[in-house]
């Protein structure tokens, strides 16, 4: 059974940095290439990272470049995501997964002061 | 980052089909086709289809997947309650480096 377990999500003050945390199994994680998609509750779906099989290549929304940042450690079948300067609009729920084939349940985020 | 362009919302009566379509162009849809997704209130997203018409498994047969140009559509026939849900198109833009979304089409079975 494929799972995609998110974690970090958190309350924090703009500004601030949290690390999500995604442990994916059932599947040869190091097989696919991983994303970030946020959504705010309500509202429709927003791609935010991606990284390569291998983690030699990622990009990342409009919206998030240069405030975030993709990684991955195939042998722990973990990704990653580090948000630093967070502000209030980054505030939704954040999944990972593969996009066309996994999805992981999500964690929320919150920017609030 | 442009979006892919999906109907916001559609109306079937029950045991009817749907057909929902998502447009894009030459640079997502049209070059390595698209995904469907379905999202029930509160629920993560669920993969239907991707990569045009390949199907997880576990995914009835009710729901099939094709391509035109640079428009992909979804099919369910035979609809049924639980078919009732938000429905994302989504595909690769080697243009954009990114994944597109469509914004989604609300699903009413009636």
């Known amino acids: 059974e494929v799972q995609l377990v998110e974690s970090g999500g958190d309350l924090v003050q703009p500004g601030g940095s949290l690390r999500l945390s995604c442990v994916a199994s059932g599947f040869i994680f190091s097989n696919y290439w991983m994303h970030w998609v946020r959504q705010v509750p309500g509202k429709g779906l927003e791609w935010v990272s991606r990284i390569d099989s291998d983690g030699s290549g990622t990009s990342h929304a409009d919206s998030v470049k240069g405030r975030f940042t993709i990684s991955r450690d195939n042998a722990k079948n973990t990704v990653y995501l580090q948000m630093n300067s967070l502000r209030v609009e980054d505030t939704a729920v954040y999944y990972c997964g593969s996009v066309f084939e996994y999805w992981g349940q999500g964690i929320l985020v919150t920017v609030s002061s | 980052q442009a979006g892919l362009t999906q109907p916001p919302s559609m109306s079937k009566d029950l045991r009817q089909t749907a057909t929902l379509t998502c447009t894009g162009n030459?640079?997502?849809?049209?070059?390595?086709?698209a995904g469907w997704l379905q999202q029930h209130q509160g629920r993560p997203p669920k993969p239907l289809s991707y990569r045009d018409n390949n199907r997880p498994s576990g995914i009835s047969e009710r729901f099939s997947a094709s391509r035109s140009g640079n428009t992909a559509s979804l099919t369910i026939t035979g609809l049924q309650p639980e078919d009732e849900a938000d429905y994302y198109c989504?595909?690769?833009?080697?243009?954009?480096?990114?994944?597109?979304f469509g914004g989604g089409t609300k699903l009413t079975v009636l």
């Open positions: 989504s595909a690769w833009d080697k243009s954009l480096n990114a994944v597109v």
């Open positions: 030459s640079n997502n849809v049209g070059n390595q086709g």
